[in-house]
Nanobody, 128 residues
Framework: QVQLVESGGGLVQAGGSLRLSCVAS????????MGWFRQAPGKEREFVAA???????????VYEDSVKGRFTLSRDNGKNTVYLQMDSLKPEDTAVYYC??????????????????WGQGTQVTVSS
């Protein structure tokens, strides 16, 4: 079992930055693909970014098109933590952001249903 706790959300002006953290406990997360998803009011949850487990494709990442070049996903295996650095934030980035993990040694994907462990979410609000 993997428990995930997100932090780092808040209110920021457009053009600003935030760094979200996702701390995992219960297992050593370097063998788990991790992803971030977000859900804006009135919308379905959508993929943001994912990072592979530390293996043959160690640290490889994939991003949703609207965040490419603005968001950076990284992991610190020693701290069991995944970070989502968000720069050049836009009002349309406003959402609750969720950290998620796949089952052991599964590859990173963009599909919400592939992720079985979820955090409680952290609110990100970008004002115009």
């Amino acid at each position: 079992q993997v428990q995930l706790v997100e932090s780092g959300g808040g209110l920021v002006q457009a053009g600003g930055s935030l760094r979200l953290s996702c701390v995992a406990s219960g297992r050593t997360v370097n063998r788990y693909a991790m992803g971030w998803f977000r859900q804006a009011p009135g919308k379905e949850r959508e993929f943001v970014a994912a990072i592979s487990w530390s293996g043959p494709s160690s640290g490889s990442t994939v991003y949703e098109d609207s965040v490419k070049g603005r968001f950076t996903l990284s992991r610190d295996n020693g701290k069991n933590t995944v970070y989502l650095q968000m720069d050049s934030l836009k009002p349309e980035d406003t959402a609750v952001y969720y950290c998620a993990a796949r089952l052991y040694l599964r590859p990173a994907t963009m599909t919400e249903g592939d992720y079985v462990y979820w955090g409680q979410g952290t609110q990100v609000t970008v004002s115009s």
